[in-house]
């Protein structure tokens, strides 16, 4: 197989998975160099997100909604707490077991960052037409589903 057969058409570059792996670091790139004028890091905003979703979650519910490590949760938390944005409980039903919850700060921080992906969303959408942009969100809806994440 020669070099002209990799740039091909069904060369890596011309895959979904390419293609969105590629454009995910660049916009992640984008989305963490914002949100680091509020002293937060990609994987803070995705710990505040969780826990915007529901009631109050331990740590280990986190790690595991997360698929990170316990430990990583615990210091994303440290630093979310420092910056008033999340306030840690004991469980009632539970003294061992610590839980976490978003403040009033953390709702402002959270939705912050939102308007900064919004903004990313214009920018990275402004050479779409208004179907194809839409058309672009309900695939990556369908997608994000059946990966089972939020």
Do not use: C, N, W
């Given at each position: 197989m020669g070099m002209d057969d990799v740039k091909g058409a069904a060369g890596l570059p011309a895959t979904v998975v390419?293609?969105?792996?590629?454009?995910?670091?660049?916009?992640?790139?984008?989305?963490?160099?914002?949100?680091?004028?509020?002293?937060?890091?990609?994987?803070?905003?995705?710990?505040?997100?969780?826990?915007?979703?529901?009631?109050?979650?331990?740590?280990?519910?986190?790690?595991?909604?997360?698929?990170?490590?316990?430990?990583?949760?615990?210091?994303l938390a440290d630093h979310l707490e420092t910056l008033g944005a999340v306030q840690r409980v004991r469980d009632p039903q539970d003294r061992r077991r610590q839980v976490l919850t978003l403040t009033a700060h953390g709702r402002e921080l959270l939705e912050k960052c939102a308007a900064e992906a919004r903004a990313l969303d214009e920018e990275f959408t402004a050479a779409l037409t208004p179907d194809q942009a839409a058309a672009l969100g309900q695939a990556l809806a369908v997608l994000t589903a059946q990966a089972g994440l939020p």
């Open positions: 390419f293609r969105l792996g590629t454009l995910g670091t660049l916009a992640g790139d984008r989305f963490a160099e914002k949100i680091e004028a509020y002293d937060l890091k990609v994987k803070h905003a995705g710990l505040m997100t969780v826990l915007s979703l529901g009631p109050a979650v331990s740590q280990q519910d986190l790690a595991a909604k997360m698929g990170v490590a316990p430990s990583l949760v615990v210091s």
